[in-house]
C-alpha cells in the first residue's frame, strides 16, 4: 500500500506546494528545544485559506495524518511529527491584510512573525500586547494554537484575550470565517474560543482579527536584587499597590544567575554584588519627568521596606535590553548548553519560594541534573528547567524524565498549581492531564475532537492520548 504521504504527494500535483527532499524537510522534524525530532516525509507550505482548505480536504479523503506548524518553538512537542506525519507549514502566509484605525484591530494571516506584526503596529502607534522570547520566530497561528502568555500576561492577558476573530479549517476542509472585528457580539457560542489552545488537534488556524493596544508612551524598567526568595511574595503584593501600570514583573533565581554566569562569563549583569533573587519590574508609562520620579520612588520605598537590597533603572533603550537579557538569558543558557527537560508550571504565588526550594532538593536527588529555574512572578508562574550537566550521558538524562515529571507535577498538583501555565500540554504532558482537568472535562475534549475530526487526522496523540 502506497505511504499516505505519498497519497498526498500525487493528489498536490503542484510541486511548488510542498517540500519533498530531506534536506529540506529535516529542520521541520526539530523542535526548537532539540527534545522532539521526529522524520518528516512531505512539508505542505500553502499560501492561502484555499489552499490550507484543499490540504485538508485531500487529507481526510486519503487519511493522511497532519502536523500544523507555524514558528516550531513550541516547547512539549506538538509541532513536530512523532510518526511520519505531513508538516503543514503556514509560513508561507505572513501576509498583514488590514489595519482597522478605529477599532485598532489587525487582521492577519496565520504565518506572521510576531516581531514583524509589532513593527508594523509601531508604525502606526500601537503594540501587541502579547510578547515573548520567540518574538523572532514564533508565527499569530502558533501563538493562538497554543494560547500563548508571555512577559505581559500581568497587565494584557494570554493571546485568547487578544482575538476578536478567527479563520479556521477544519479538518474535511470546511473554512469556517469568523473574522469579526467587533468587541461586542454576542450572538450564541464564541466558537473561536474552542481552537484558542487546541494545539493544532481541531482545525488549522488560517487567519485572525487582533486587538492591538495604544503603544506606552514610554517604560520604566528595574533590574531589583532581593536578598532572598522568600521576598518574592511581599515584593509581587507592593509592586501591585506601588506601580499602577505595572507591565512585567520576572523572576530568576540566584542560582540561576550564577549559573548562567558561569556559562557566560560575557553576560553583563547590571547590578553588583550577588543576590539571592534577581526581578525585573517594568512598568507602561506616559513621557517625561514626572513617570521616571514617580517610578524611582516606588523602588526607593521598595528599599526602605527591605524587600530589595539594590536596584538599577535602565536610562536608555540598551540598558533597558540588557536588564531583559538577564531575564532571557538563561533559555537560551540551558539550551546551548545540552538537554533540558522543561516544566513550565503555576503555582500560587504566596507558595514560589517553597516550590523553588522543593525543585532544588528535587535536582539534588539526581546525579547531573542542575534546576535553573525562573519565571513570570506576577502570573505564578515557574519555569523549571531541569538541565543536563557536562558527564551526564544523553541517554541517561531523557531516561529521567518520567521520574522528574511525576515529582514535579505531583509537587504542583500539591500546592493545587497547573501542570501548564502557557506552553500547553502537547505530547510532552499529556499523561498528566488528568491531575488538571476532571475526567467529565477531557470527556468533553474527546466528544468535540471527535465531532470536528473524526478521522483523527489532525496532531494525532497531542493534547489527548490515543
Ligand atoms: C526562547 C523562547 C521563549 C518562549 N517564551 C514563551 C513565553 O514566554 N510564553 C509562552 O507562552 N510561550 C513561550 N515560548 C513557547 C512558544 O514560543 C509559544 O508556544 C508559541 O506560541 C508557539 O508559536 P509557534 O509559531 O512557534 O508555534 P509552533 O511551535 O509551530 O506550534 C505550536 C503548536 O501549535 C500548533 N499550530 C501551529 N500553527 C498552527 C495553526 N496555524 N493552526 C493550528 N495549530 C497550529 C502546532 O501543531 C503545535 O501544536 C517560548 C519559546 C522559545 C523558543
Redesign the pocket.
Known sequence: MTAPHERLRARLGDPALYLDDPADTAPYGR???GKYEGAVPLVVRPRSTAEVSAVLAACTELDVPV??????????G??VPRAGEVV???ER?GVIEAFDEASATVRVQ??VV?EALQGFLAERGCDMPVD???RG???????????????K?LRYG??REQVRGLE?VLADGTVVEGLNILRKNNTGLDLKQV?IG?????????RAVLQAQPAPQAFQTALAGLASRALLPPLLQAARARFPRLSSLEFVDGATVAYVREADPELRIPLAGEHGSYVVIEEECAAGEAAGEAFAAGLESLLEDGLIEDAVIAGSEAQARAIWRVR?AP??TV?RRGLTHKF?VTVPPGVIPAFLGEMETLADGFPGVRAVLFG?LGDGNVHVNMAQEPGLADADFRAMEADLADAIYGAVHGHQGSIS????I?VMKRAYLPLARSPEEIALMRTLKAALDPKGIL?PG?ILGP
Request: with cysteine; proline share 1%.
Open positions: 523542535d526548537w528545544i502536523v500544523p506548524q507555524a514558528g516550531n518553538t513550541g516547547m512539549v506538538g509541532s503543514l507549514s503556514v502566509m496565520a504565518g510576531l515573548l522570547g520567540a520566530s514564533c508565527r499569530i497561528g502558533g501563538m493562538i494554537a497554543t494560547n500563548a502568555g508571555g512577559i500576561v494570554h493571546m479556521v481552537f487546541s494545539e493544532g488537534t481541531l482545525g488549522v488556524i488560517t532571557e533559555t537560551e539550551s513550565d513570570h501555565a502557557e506552553h500547553g502537547g496532531n497531542v
